[in-house]
């Protein structure tokens, strides 16, 4: 059974659409995440919910918005895509704050 | 703010040689430090961790000590094999609610 999982794994679109990444865990972890990986495969955290609330947000363009409907899902929409936006997004969870963090297999989103 | 630095690569090693990439970190607290790695196409995979100081973290031949007099966090490995290409990433957290990564490090074993 895959712990984090997150759909799709590939994804290209226009710019100017909008997309979104749907993520699941069935971990039973409290504190979800969306990370970011530019094309110099740099990772930076952009978002974070514990018991769906939102704990963290890096400064991220308000064109992102994460959902959290139950602490097992966080999706994240994006809007307005632009070609900067391309990039590979991980979801992850863990069980709370310090521990381990666990990660999904990576959304790989073009932006054409 | 917390960091990590990380050895700039890309690294490029034969078959059985012995890897080491070079991490160091500044926190303000008693982080708890990861390696992760990422295979070609692939997602992130915890390789080891530790939570302590003087604790060592393993997996796959791999190790790391957690060094708090030298906030090092070195990773080695006695031998490589081609499936160990890969990009490897030092990360810490400070008991709070995210990871920092380093910047990652590319490693290609030759045969």
């Known amino acids: 059974d895959t712990a984090v999982s997150q759909t799709p794994k590939y994804l290209v679109t226009q710019m100017g659409n909008d997309k979104s990444i749907k993520c699941e865990q069935n971990?039973?972890?409290?504190?979800m995440y969306w990370y970011k990986q530019d094309s110099k495969k740099f990772l930076k955290i952009m978002f974070s919910y514990n018991n769906k609330e939102l704990i963290i947000n890096e400064t991220v363009p308000n064109r992102f918005s994460p959902k959290s409907p139950d602490k097992a899902h966080l999706n994240l929409h994006i809007n307005s895509l632009e070609l900067g936006d391309s990039a590979v997004y991980f979801c992850a969870s863990s069980p709370g704050a310090g521990n381990t963090i666990y990660f999904g297999e990576g959304s790989w989103l073009t932006v054409v | 703010g917390d960091s990590v630095t990380q050895m700039e690569g890309p690294v490029t090693l034969s078959e059985e040689a012995f890897l080491t990439i070079n991490c160091t970190y500044t926190?303000?607290?008693?982080?708890?430090l990861f390696w992760y790695v990422q295979y070609p196409g692939e997602g992130l995979q915890l390789l080891l961790k530790a939570t302590k100081a003087d604790d060592k973290g393993s997996n796959k031949g791999f190790e790391a000590t957690y060094r708090k007099e030298t906030t090092s966090f070195h990773l080695e490995k006695g031998s490589v094999q081609v499936s160990d290409s890969a990009v490897y990433f030092c990360?810490?957290?400070?008991?709070?609610?995210?990871?920092?990564f380093g910047a990652g490090t590319t490693v290609t074993v030759r045969a």
């Open positions: 971990l039973g972890h409290d504190t």
């Open positions: 990360a810490l957290s400070d008991r709070d609610y995210k990871l920092s």
């Open positions: 926190a303000t607290g008693y982080p708890s």
